[in-house]
């Protein structure tokens, strides 16, 4: 076997076998204790993936529970101002595979949920979420086939939730300054970015 592992066979070849608990923790279906930590938790990264592109992992956030469970098989996550990239939402109509991870701030524990979407403008979704007196522009609806609460490791082992190991913003440039440099804007002063990149989380959050 070279030293790139090309195959499951390969892998499985490298790998113990996951023990029959981790196996069987899977569910088909968003149970009670599942619909908890979905209520209590503000942000999700969301993974989708179609042929042709490469795969693309984004976050979504808002106020806890802000990723509605209509019914034990389903979802609903209000699409609110982005990018426009529209990257995961063009990923959905190719192909509907979708990989979400909950977090809950201060929480080791994460929770998995795996299925198919749709994109949904039917006002009947759009209205459950009304913030600041608007709507989102779409609400992913998901049809969920796999369920469980991820192994806690990762957390542990970067200390996420420890205060005490938060790195002082002044580790980076600012955010303008990124961008002035990435998309070489020389003529623009890195300040007139920040500015309008702060308004834009002031003002069009939702």
């Known amino acids: 076997m070279s030293n790139v592992l090309t195959s ?4 499985r070849e490298h790998y113990l076998m996951p023990g029959a608990g981790l196996v069987d923790k899977q ?5 009670k204790h599942g619909q908890s930590f979905i209520g209590l938790s503000p942000f999700v990264c969301i993974g989708t993936a179609r042929d042709g592109a490469l795969p693309d992992v984004s976050p979504r956030g808002g106020e ?7 019914d034990p098989k389903t979802l609903l996550l209000p699409d609110w101002p982005g990018n426009n990239r529209l990257d995961s939402l063009t990923n959905i109509v190719a192909s509907a595979g979708v990989g979400l991870l909950f ?3 201060g929480f080791n524990d994460l929770l998995r949920v795996n299925g198919r979407a749709e994109i949904s403008v039917d006002p009947e979704h759009t209205g459950l979420f009304e913030m600041r ?3 989102p522009q779409s609400v992913m609806v998901i049809n969920v086939e796999e369920v469980y609460l991820h192994c806690t490791k990762a957390l542990v082992r970067s200390e996420l939730w420890n205060a005490d190991k938060q790195v002082d913003r002044s580790a980076l440039p600012s955010t303008g300054t990124m ?9 623009v002063p890195p300040e007139v970015i920040d500015q309008a990149l702060d308004e834009s989380e002031r003002n069009d959050i939702y």
């Open 179 to 187: 961008y002035r440099d990435q998309l070489a804007l020389d003529k």
């Open 103 to 105: 977090f809950i701030p």
């Open 133 to 135: 007196g608007r709507n």
């Open 27 to 31: 569910l088909d279906h968003i149970e």
């Open 64 to 70: 806890p529970g802000f990723v509605k469970v209509q």
């Open 8 to 11: 499951e066979a390969e892998l």
